[in-house]
């Protein structure tokens, strides 16, 4: 499972791009992950810019 610091994100959509499971929706300005077909590759914490994004692995 993929946790999000929402309040960091600038909504570039880089990381629904990578997203193998397409489980990433970013809009205008809300970002969210669908976790049920979120199959944890962390791609999406590695491409993010800014760190946005953490797996369950970084805590
Ligand atoms: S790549 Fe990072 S900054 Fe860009 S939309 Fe995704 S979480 Fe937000
Ligand atoms: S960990 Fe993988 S499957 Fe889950 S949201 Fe990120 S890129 Fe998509």
Redesign the pocket.
């Known amino acids: 499972m993929?946790h999000i610091k929402e309040n960091l994100c600038d909504f570039c959509g880089t990381?629904v791009a990578?997203?193998?499971?397409d489980?990433?929706e970013v809009r205008e300005a809300s970002i969210s992950?669908e976790d049920e077909?979120?199959?944890?590759?962390?791609?999406?914490?590695e491409i993010c810019p800014i760190e946005v994004?953490v797996?369950d692995n970084e805590n």
């Open positions: 993929i990381c990578v997203c193998p499971a489980c990433i992950i077909s979120c199959i944890d590759c962390d791609l999406c914490v994004l797996g």
